[in-house]
């Protein structure tokens, strides 16, 4: 058993969230497998170094919105099944407009050993405090792309500085960025960096 691993809105006052993977809206275009309830979960380290990221991110007007946190590894092995089913059109535009499904993998968009399922990764965005509106970032979460690459040709001054925003509220909290992805990141010195855990998320973590 291992109760390192929490609902970070329980050690977070404040975050908030909308767990994708939990729901009809991500890149399969449905619930993955090992999502039963739309919460995030992480280590009680992840949550700590949140904490600290969500006050910096106050501190600049910002909130911080979470995606996706720890991910079961059978929502990894579904996400390969999927990749490998025929093309039916149903997310590509939005998700992944100018490549084929197997290439997610190849072009490191998803991976088969993924850092979320370590605990310690988020993906996430800001939000501006005063009105609750999503900070514009040029381009939504899993858009796999050239254009969510941390450098980004092609998006907008405003939606270049809000992504330096997140990146140094993050990086100053001890987290590293991902290139290809602006909105993950991963704990610098993640607790478990070796072990891939498989427990679904469900209403009551049951730790195995």
């Known amino acids: 058993m291992n109760d390192d691993f929490v609902f970070v809105d329980e050690l977070v006052p404040g975050i908030r969230w909308d767990a ?12 993955v497998d090992g999502y039963l309830v739309n919460r995030v979960v992480g280590t009680r380290t992840l949550c700590a170094a ?8 106050a501190s600049l007007g910002f ?9 079961p590894q ?3 092995d579904s996400f390969l099944r999927w990749s490998k089913q025929p093309e ?17 993998f190849e072009k490191g968009y998803v ?9 310690s990764t988020v993906d996430l965005t800001l939000y501006h405090l005063a009105t609750g509106e999503l900070a514009p970032m040029g381009g939504d979460h899993d858009l796999m792309d050239p254009l969510s ?13 809000n992504r330096q925003h997140l990146s140094y509220i ?39």
């Open 20 to 31: 994708k993977y939990a729901t009809w809206d991500n890149f399969t275009g449905k619930p």
């Open 50 to 57: 949140l904490e600290a990221a969500r006050e910096k991110a």
């Open 63 to 71: 909130g911080l919105l979470l995606w996706d946190g720890y991910r």
């Open 74 to 76: 059978r929502a990894v």
């Open 88 to 104: 039916d059109g149903q997310t590509k535009l939005r998700h992944y407009p100018n490549i084929d499904r197997a290439e997610m």
């Open 111 to 119: 991976a088969a050993k993924s850092g979320h399922s370590r605990g």
């Open 149 to 161: 690459h941390h450098g980004a040709k092609g998006i907008t001054p405003v939606e270049a500085s």
């Open 170 to 208: 993050m990086e100053a909290c001890g987290f590293n960025r991902y290139d290809c992805e602006w909105w993950h990141y991963t704990l610098k010195d993640e607790p478990y960096p070796d072990t891939y855990f498989d427990f679904p998320i469900t209403k009551v973590l049951i730790h195995a």
